[in-house]
């Protein structure tokens, strides 16, 4: 799980996925209060795992499969999405862009 960049208190799941449905750049620290960044290492994993998902998802699709275990596998890959998320943030001081 995070840690705040300036009080270095660990967020729990539940207010980093909170967190993440803001969408938002700046994400406030429940504890302190001060605004943290998402990592640009961080942007990229959730990137490449977004990528995955919808791969996996359009596969699924081309296989042929039943309607209902198309959606059922769709819908597992998004709670499943949703609960690794918050475990792949890492935050820092300012705003990240490429290098
Ligand atoms: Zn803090």
Not at 7 to 19: L, S, V
Not at 55 to 63: C, E, H, K, N, R
Not at 78 to 97: R, S
């Amino acid at each position: 799980m995070p840690k705040c960049h300036y009080c270095g208190k660990t967020w729990t799941w539940k207010q980093t996925f909170k967190c993440n449905l803001t969408f938002k750049k700046r994400k406030k620290c429940p504890y302190c209060g001060e605004p943290n960044y998402m990592t640009f290492r961080t942007f990229h994993r959730l990137e490449g795992f977004a990528c995955a998902f919808i791969l996996i998802a359009v596969i699924l699709t081309f296989m042929k499969l039943p309607h209902l275990l198309t959606l059922a596998f769709d819908a597992g890959l998004i709670i499943l999405w949703l609960l690794i998320v918050p475990f792949q943030y890492e935050f820092t001081d300012k705003e990240e862009g490429p290098t």
